[in-house]
Structures are given as C-alpha cells and as structure tokens.
C-alpha cells in the first residue's frame, strides 16, 4: 500500500533550504523566541546525552496549563501521526466514518487495519467547503463505529461549531469520537472540544503542538482523553515516544503562560489579516481560492492548470513549492493548497502563478 503524500517533502528536490516552502502549513511568524532560547539551553546543557523520562511528567505538567486538562487525560507522542497510526490498535472499532476530502492518512490507516468506510463528504459551495451536519448525524447511530473529524479541516480549512461536536458525541452509543484538532491554534473562532472530555468518555483530540509553534520538525503531539484510553494509547506505544530536546523545550515554553498567549494572538491578527489579502490576490490573477479559517487556502485553478505540472513547474523554475491537492480524496488534479508566508514571500508566489497561468 502506497504511503500517502504530503507537504513540506522540500528534501527530495535536494535544495531545501533554497526553497519557499507553501506546501506545508506550519506558522509563517516562525518559532517564538522563548522556544529557540530553550532549544539553545538543551543544547547548552547537553540534554541529548540523556534518555528523556519515560513518564513525562514535567512535559504533561507544562501541556496542562497551557491546554487546562488535567495531567492523567494527556498522552504525549511522536507527533500527532504517532497517535492516529495506534488509534485504532486503542479502540477496536469495526468500522469508520470520514469526511473527504480531509487528512489523507485517516484513509491509509484505515485500510492498514482492513476497515470498511463510510464516508459523508464536504459540501462545495462557491466559496467554501460546508460539513453536510444532517447526513453525519445520521450516520452516528452504528455499532462499533469510529469517527473522525478534523477541525478546522485540512485542506479546506472548514470550521466545525463546538455544538455540533457536542451533539455528535451524544448520538455515538457504541463507538467513539475522534476529533483532529492540529490547526485549531490558528483561528479566531476557538471551537476545540478539549473541555467535553470530562462528560463524553467516548470523545477523543489528537492534537499537534508544534505546527502552531513553527517547529514541526521536533515532532510533538497529544492526544487528550480519559485517563483509561490515555493509558491504552501509551502501553502500545515505545517507552521513549518523545525525544529529550523537544520534551525540555516544550516544557520550558508552555509554562510562560503570558508570552505564550501574546504569540498565538499575535499569530492569529497576522494570519486572518494575511489569508484576506491573499485570497483577493488570488482571485485578481482569476483563480478561486476557497475560504478558509486557518493558515492556508485551498485554491480552485478553474480548469486553467494541473495541480501535479504547476507544482512541477514552481519548483523548478521559482524555487517555490505548492501542495498538489489532487492526493486528498475527493479532490481533483484542479485544486492546490497554499500555506501561508510573510507578505513579501506570498507575494512573490502571486507574481508567479500569475506568469505561469497568465503568460503575456
């Protein structure tokens, strides 16, 4: 079974560090300070010399303030991917609800495990990707069903009302709910159903914790829980699931309440500004980028391009990379996704999509 595919796969065209990187979705303002300043401290201190705790106890300390869940309800993994690949090791469910087009690698562990989907796609309306509530809530009533939602959505950046969670939670009698919250850091509206837990047994988050941070590459997800399935996830899990850089950097950070705080609005103001002006932009040079509540836009090029050539060709010849949404389910070799930049850095993918889609 072929992997799915993914943004920020900069390495295989062997310049990575040369390349302006819009495939991948992590935050355009970069790393906050405090987290470089503890990275430098770890690295001062030689922390890679050790293996890291096996219990992370002051990493979950630190996810608890910030997330305010308490400490038995967080597991903490190898990114958030670590978690979905056990998800349903954990949960033993006979099948599984999906709504395409979403995170490809729902699809592929499914399958791993042998399966059967049922899937409520998106609603495409003229700007937007809707969740078609009627029929997902309908669907609910299985037995030994597994749901999974992710909110906001990937790629379409669809936002899901808390409500709507709360009362799809409430229909699931023999199965459960898992909702993939990695971009909910970057919206406005916070609709995270971290604090349903406590009443809904069957309601599971997995979460990323370094996309918002702009540190994917330390790999650090949670998944929050009852303290039962929290301990299923970590017993099937490696012993050392979190290296020892990342747990002392993310504790170190998550503590400073305040600076934390003053980031994420910070991050917020810049993106909701930024997707607005890009999303005229884009419809200028006659494409239709589609709204969006997060950090990146998913683009409609209205038959005028093929998402696997314009990748090819931006890369190329613009040292810039674009997602090819064609690899989401439900979506065509029509659609690409852009993960925003600096306004200078987005501007320069404008002044080339509109030489490749525009040429005089």
Known sequence: MKKPEHGGDVWRYGKAYEILDFS???????????????????????????????????????ISKYLSVAEDKIGVFNGAIEALYLLFRVLNGKKVLLTPPSFTEFWYVANMENLPIEEVPLIEDHDCFKLNEQRLLEHLGGKDLIA????????????IRKNLIEEAVGMIRDGFLVVDESFMEF????????NLIEDHPNLIIVKS????????GLRLGVVIASSDIVHKFEALSPTWRVNS?????????LRKTDAVREY????????????????KKLRKIGLRPYNSSVNFILVNLCERANSRELKEVLVRQYNMLIRDAST???LSENYIRIGLKRPEQNDMLIKALNEVLNPC
């Open 264 to 279: 994420l609005m910070n991050s917020r103001r810049f993106i909701d500004l930024e997707r607005r002006r890009m999303i």
């Open 24 to 62: 991948s979705n992590g935050n355009p303002l970069g790393p906050p300070v405090l987290l470089k300043d503890a990275l430098k401290e770890a690295l001062e201190r030689d922390i890679y010399c050790f293996y890291p705790d096996p219990t992370y106890l002051e990493l979950k300390q630190a």
């Open 187 to 194: 919206s406005h509206e916070n609709h995270s159903s971290i």
């Open 148 to 159: 999974i939602l992710c909110n906001p959505n990937n790629p379409t950046g669809t936002l």
């Open 245 to 253: 850089l990342t747990a002392f950097a993310f504790s170190k950070l």
């Open 209 to 216: 914790l370094t996309k918002i941070f702009s540190a994917s």
């Open 328 to 330: 989401f389910k439900g």
